[in-house]
C-alpha cells in the first residue's frame, strides 16, 4: 500500500472504522488506483467516512446485483462530489 495513504488514514482525524474499513479495500489496489483514492482523500479528509458509507452501499448493491441501486448510488456519488468541489472554488 502507498505509504501516503497510509500516513492519512492513521491521522486522527480518521475514525478507526473508517480506517479498517479503507485499509481492507486499498492494500491489494495498483499504485496509481491508491494515488487516485490518496489525492481525493487528501482534497476532502473529512469526507472519507461519507466515502466509506457510499462505497458500502455501492458493494451491497454489487453484492445483490441490483444495477439500478448501483446506477442510482454512483449518480448520488456524482453530485456529491460536484457539489463538494464547486465549494472548493
Known sequence: MNDNLQKLLNRKEVSEEDRAFWLSRLGDLSP??????????????????????????KEKALANEDHQEWDK????????LQSLFSLKN
Open 73 to 80: 448510488i454512483v449518480e448520488e456519488e456524482i453530485h456529491h
Open 32 to 57: 496509481v488506483a491508491c494515488e487516485s483514492i490518496l489525492k481525493l482523500f487528501e482534497l476532502l479528509p473529512d469526507q472519507i467516512g461519507r466515502f466509506r458509507i457510499i462505497q458500502e452501499r
